[in-house]
């Protein structure tokens, strides 16, 4: 440990970034990827990623992985919530006819039906 250049509680990474030499300064050969706009629930889980886990989410940010998991969260909250709303109508009672005879109840129950979808799903793929 008496090596001549390292430094005590210093810890090492393997540094896979290649750099450009500008005067006497080394700089980062990054680029940034092209990105489509963060949906809802890509947003709630970035967010959570930020305040709740930062290390995890500063890894994802240099690795280039964030991105690519947030969309990854967006469609897959929203295919699991496509594929949840059946049931859950079913369950509620919620029909075409009633959609007919009485839309704001109708409205109620749906709105109660997708809470309930969110709910569970927000659980399992936002804040985990």
């Not at 092209?34 to 629930?41: A, M, S």
């Not at 709630?44 to 930020?50: A, C, P």
Request: glycine share 6%; hydrophobic share 35%; with cysteine.
């Amino acid at each position: 440990m008496n090596e001549p250049n390292s430094r005590k509680g210093a810890s090492h990474m393997e540094n896979n970034l290649t750099y450009t030499k500008n005067g006497d300064y080394l700089i980062p050969d990054l680029k940034l990827e092209e990105t489509k706009p963060l949906g809802r629930y890509g947003r709630m889980r970035r967010d959570y990623l930020k305040e709740h886990r930062p290390v995890l989410f500063n890894a994802m940010m240099v690795n280039g992985k964030l991105y690519p998991h947030l969309n990854e969260i967006e469609q897959t909250m929203n295919r699991r919530l496509e594929q949840m709303m059946p049931e859950l109508m079913q369950a509620a009672g919620v029909t075409e006819e009633l959609k007919a005879r009485d839309p704001m109840t109708w409205v109620g129950l749906m709105n109660n039906c997708k809470a309930q979808a969110e709910e569970i799903l927000l659980t399992e793929l936002i804040y985990s």
